[in-house]
């Protein structure tokens, strides 16, 4: 969870968007892990989706950072994975001080958007020394500028993205694309009648839709279910040549040689 949504939750209750997204990422690394895996969450938000990458990859050792905690936020997270091999950091020079070990993965998860010279910042990630030809970026994002809403302002995103326009960064970037997505197409119906409703209806730009989730357990799974056959059921086009689009974007790739 985005740490400005976190400040406006009384709960810890997790939409169900975010659970199954865990599970997409989770099913996109799959075939790349190692016995031993080095995980770097770069923008981490709660720490959340580290978390969850940690408990279910065995012998991973895992690295957080995230500039936009306070103090108070990262003592608390420090505190609670101090017997663990997951490490949080709200300094960039000191996580750079620290990494010693070359990084098999490097999570972006609905990061770039935030970031206005989205170029710059992957290509100074990409010359850190923890990076290697081998190290696999996966990077999420939100999809079609169109589709560009009150949520977006809240969580103050500077774009949407397509497949393409993705890809073109990410070439600019000093990276190439080992395979690139979209997931999530039964949310676009949603996002688009709420686009729809914000050009006749003042938007709240002060929450979002992960704020506000208030579902219980059974909704939850249920949704959380939905989405995630949706992700599979785009998978079993892409061979085919047929590329479903979605509410987000996926894509994996490694250092140009």
């Not at 490097?106 to 190290?135: K, R």
Request: charged share 25%.
């Amino acid at each position: 969870m985005d740490l400005k949504e976190l400040e406006h939750r009384s709960d810890m209750k997790r939409h169900p968007w975010e659970l199954a997204r865990t599970k997409v990422v989770l099913d996109l690394i799959h075939p790349h892990l190692r016995d031993k895996n080095i995980f770097l969450d770069v923008g981490c938000g709660d720490v959340y989706f580290l978390e969850q990458v940690y408990n279910h990859i065995p012998n991973s050792k895992c690295y957080a950072l995230d500039p936009a905690f306070s103090d108070g936020q990262l003592a608390d997270i420090k505190s609670k994975f101090s017997d663990k091999n997951l490490f949080v950091y709200k300094n960039a020079a000191l996580l750079n001080q620290e990494l010693k070990q070359k990084v098999d993965f490097v999570f972006l998860m609905d990061v770039i958007e935030h970031i206005e010279e989205d170029e710059s910042f992957l290509t100074n990630l990409v010359n850190q020394p923890y990076i290697t030809s081998e190290t696999i970026f996966v990077i999420t994002v939100p999809a079609y500028q169109f589709l560009f809403a009150s949520h977006d302002v809240f969580l103050g995103h500077y774009r949407r993205y397509t497949n393409t326009y993705l890809k073109k960064k990410i070439k600019i970037s000093n990276l190439q694309t080992v395979q690139c997505g979209y997931f999530f197409m039964s949310l676009l119906l949603p996002r688009f009648i709420q686009k729809c409703k914000e050009k006749l209806i003042k938007p709240n730009e002060d929450t979002t839709g992960l704020v506000e989730w208030q579902g219980g357990n059974f909704i939850s799974n249920l949704m959380q279910s939905i989405l995630y056959f949706d992700y599979k059921m785009g998978r079993l086009f892409k061979p085919l040549g047929i590329n479903l689009p979605g509410l987000s974007n996926y894509i994996l790739c490694k250092k140009s040689a």
